[in-house]
């Protein structure tokens, strides 16, 4: 647990969101109901890992995974704006401070591995589909392109 000098979020923040995401272009409904699922999973997240901390300002990267349990249907960019907008007051103020994103789709009968595996992203792999995992990073690897 966070110590009263220590009010940075822990990075890097995984969250394993159960479930099959709602595309941008879905009903309202469908979206916020999705946008409640993350931000409730997002601070029972924090709750295990933090006492108290401060929204993130500085530049964030946020990777996605989805796991499928079908073919996805749509486009998997259409996931992506309904989850960090979820994640609004609850990680950072304003989604703007996401200077990168990586997203990917898994799907069955698609062979994938993984070189090196995370332990909460292990945990999504091991549960049934559909899962999203979210990883947020605030090491600003990113800017260094080789």
């Known amino acids: 647990m966070a110590t009263p000098d220590d009010t ?3 990075f890097p923040l995984e969250i394993i969101v159960e479930g099959t995401p709602v595309s941008a272009q879905g009903s309202s409904f469908a ?7 993350v ?11 933090t006492d108290w901390y401060w929204l993130e ?11 499928a349990e079908a073919p996805m249907e749509g486009d998997i960019d259409n996931i992506v704006k309904p989850i960090l907008d979820a994640l609004k007051a609850i990680v950072y103020h304003d989604d703007n401070v996401v200077e990168r994103v990586l997203v990917q789709r898994f799907e069955p009968d698609i062979p994938w ?14 549960q049934m589909p559909p899962a999203v995992y979210i990883r947020i990073e605030n090491d600003l690897a990113w800017r260094h392109i080789p």
Do not use: G, H, M
Not at 39 to 49: H, N
Not at 57 to 67: G, K, V
Not at 113 to 126: D, G, Q
């Open 8 to 10: 940075s979020l822990p």
């Open 31 to 37: 979206r916020d109901a999705w946008k409640r699922i």
């Open 39 to 49: 931000a409730e999973e997002t601070r029972r997240r924090l709750q295990e890992l």
């Open 57 to 67: 300002e500085r530049p964030l990267s946020a990777t996605i995974f989805y796991f």
């Open 113 to 126: 591995s993984f070189a090196t595996v995370p332990n909460l992203l292990r945990t999504a792999l091991e």
